[in-house]
């Protein structure tokens, strides 16, 4: 029956991108009772669990890009000889079960997960576009709640909004004495998850003295610059640069 297995053998070769998405999350967001448009608390909880993808789920990811209920994680190096379905299924379980510790659900949830293919050079605009993804998600979001805190309901502010450029939802929001450029550059841009080597003092027990050493902290940067443009895509050259040096784990 092995042969049965058409797709186990598939494998990709390096850097890729995975990315992960939350399902039904609207649903984790009624039973936990998450603040409309934007809770800090599932923010935090997401950057949690990039956080665990990069230092304790074994798949070492260069770093994460989270916002709203998704997550890309980039790959210099592939773990499981670059298997697909392996990649897929594991980075979306974790995923779903560190959320789930992380918010303490009762309940299950699910992430979905798919391979991009990816060059080094192409990170920057693969970043880019999901970052105009987490604008257009964030205009939505303030304007689909005002608009229910107006008296309609979900499905009729879907509706309204439905079809609408970003200009006229800004100013929608502008005349009810919103500015969304002014808004938490978390909830507009997204937030990176990233290893950072830093200085910190020492201790050496064979001289006695104070030292400096380098240890790997993994931080997570919530005031992102934008991808497109020369700030963001220095930053990301920097991530891939360092991903480049950094010894193989496999």
């Not at 990039?50 to 773990?79: H, K, M, N, Q, W």
């Not at 009729?156 to 009810?176: I, N, Q, T, V």
């Amino acid at each position: 029956m092995q042969q049965r297995e058409l797709f186990s053998s598939l494998a990709m070769v390096p850097p890729i991108m995975v990315r992960c998405d939350g399902r039904a999350f609207y649903r984790l967001s009624r039973s936990l009772g998450l603040e409309k448009p934007f809770d800090r608390r599932l923010c935090k909880a997401m950057c949690d669990v990039c956080r665990a993808l990069l230092r304790e789920s074994g798949l070492a990811p260069v770093f994460a890009y989270t916002f709203s209920d998704e997550i890309s994680l980039y790959f210099s190096d592939l773990p499981f000889g670059g298997r697909v379905e392996k990649i897929d299924s594991v980075c979306a379980s974790y995923a779903a079960s560190a959320l789930t510790i992380a918010l303490g659900c009762r309940r299950p949830l699910a992430f979905d997960a798919r391979v991009i293919t990816m060059t080094p050079d192409a990170v920057a605009g693969y970043l880019a576009w999901r970052q105009q993804e987490a604008w257009r998600n964030h205009i939505n979001a303030y304007c689909q709640q005002a608009l229910i805190d107006e008296g309609m309901s979900a499905r009729e502010a879907a509706a309204a909004l439905k079809g609408k450029p970003s200009a006229e939802l800004h100013d929608l929001m502008f005349s009810r004495g919103v500015n969304l450029a002014h808004t938490p550059a978390w909830q507009r841009r997204g937030v990176i998850v990233a290893r950072e080597t830093v200085e910190k003092e020492g201790y050496n027990p064979v001289t006695g003295e104070a030292v400096e050493v380098e240890r790997t902290v993994v931080r997570a940067l919530h005031d992102l610059p934008l991808f497109s443009g020369p700030d963001g895509e220095a930053l990301v050259r920097s991530l891939v640069i360092g991903a480049q040096r950094r010894p193989s784990p496999w």
